[in-house]
C-alpha cells in the first residue's frame, strides 16, 4: 500500500510541472454501480447495486487528481443444502477515496482510489483500508462523456468486482 501511495505521490508531482490556466476546471462525475462480491463477502451476499460521485481535477495531459465516494447495497443470501439455515442482512458498503487517473489518447481510462470504506450491517460498522483499481473507457469527446469501467474493489474483508457507468458533467 505505501508503494501505491509514493506512486501516486510522484505521478502527482510531475504532474503539476505540466499544469497550465486551461486545464483550471473541475469535472464532475456520477453514476451506477453492479457488483459481485468475491472472497468473503460472497459467503453472505449475492450481489450489488449502488452509485457513485466522483470530482476530478486535470493535472496534466491526461492526468486527473480527486475525490470519489460510492454506497453499494449487497443484496443478502441464504444459505442452502445446510438445515436450518438463515437469511443474511444485507450488507451496505460506503467508500470514501482519493483517486487518481490516466486518460489514454485511445479514450481508455486507468487508475485507482484509495481511503476509507464503512461496512454497515445490522450487527454494526467496520471501517478499513479501500481500494479501486479500474480500468474503463470513455465513449465521448463531447462536452458529457460517458464512461464505463471495471472496477476491482477491495477492503479487508468486502471485495468486490463490479461495472461502472459514469456521465461527466
Same mark, same amino acid.
Given at each position: 500500500?505505501?508503494?501505491?501511495?509514493?506512486?501516486?505521490?510522484?505521478?502527482?508531482?510531475?504532474? @503539476?510541472?505540466?499544469?497550465?490556466?486551461?486545464?483550471? *476546471?473541475?469535472?464532475?462525475?456520477?453514476?451506477?454501480?453492479?457488483?459481485?462480491?468475491? @472472497?468473503?463477502?460472497?459467503?453472505?451476499?449475492?450481489?450489488?447495486?449502488?452509485?457513485?460521485?466522483?470530482?476530478?481535477?486535470?493535472?496534466?495531459?491526461?492526468?486527473?487528481?480527486?475525490?470519489?465516494?460510492?454506497?453499494?447495497?449487497?443484496?443478502?443470501?441464504?444459505?442452502?443444502?445446510?438445515?436450518?439455515? *438463515?437469511?443474511? %442482512?444485507?450488507?451496505?458498503?460506503?467508500?470514501i477515496m482519493?483517486?487518481?487517473?490516466? *486518460?489514454? %489518447?485511445?479514450?481508455?481510462?486507468?487508475?485507482? %482510489?484509495?481511503?476509507?470504506?464503512?461496512?454497515?450491517?445490522?450487527?454494526?460498522?467496520?471501517?478499513?483500508?479501500?481500494?479501486?483499481?479500474?480500468?474503463?473507457? @470513455?465513449?465521448s469527446n463531447?462536452?458529457?462523456?460517458?464512461?464505463?469501467?471495471?472496477?476491482?474493489?477491495?477492503?479487508?474483508? @468486502?471485495?468486490?468486482?463490479?461495472?461502472r457507468g459514469?456521465?461527466?458533467?
Open positions: 500500500m505505501l508503494f501505491f501511495v509514493g506512486i501516486l505521490f510522484m505521478l502527482f508531482s510531475s504532474a @503539476q510541472l505540466s499544469l497550465s490556466k486551461s486545464e483550471s *476546471t473541475w469535472n464532475l462525475e456520477a453514476g451506477p454501480v453492479v457488483a459481485v462480491p468475491f @472472497q468473503f463477502l460472497h459467503l453472505f451476499n449475492s450481489f450489488g447495486i449502488g452509485v457513485n460521485f466522483a470530482a476530478l481535477h486535470p493535472v496534466g495531459d491526461g492526468l486527473s487528481v480527486g475525490a470519489r465516494a460510492s454506497y453499494s447495497y449487497f443484496v443478502g443470501k441464504k444459505l442452502t443444502g445446510v438445515p436450518g439455515a *438463515t437469511h443474511y %442482512d444485507a450488507t451496505n458498503i460506503v467508500n482519493a483517486e487518481l487517473n490516466y *486518460t489514454f %489518447d485511445n479514450n481508455v481510462i486507468v487508475g485507482g %482510489d484509495l481511503g476509507v470504506g464503512f461496512a454497515i450491517k445490522s450487527g454494526g460498522t467496520g471501517a478499513n483500508v479501500a481500494e479501486n483499481i479500474f480500468l474503463g473507457y @470513455q465513449f463531447s462536452a458529457h462523456p460517458v464512461i464505463f469501467a471495471l472496477v476491482v474493489n477491495t477492503t479487508h474483508t @468486502q471485495k468486490s468486482i463490479g461495472l459514469d456521465v461527466r458533467f
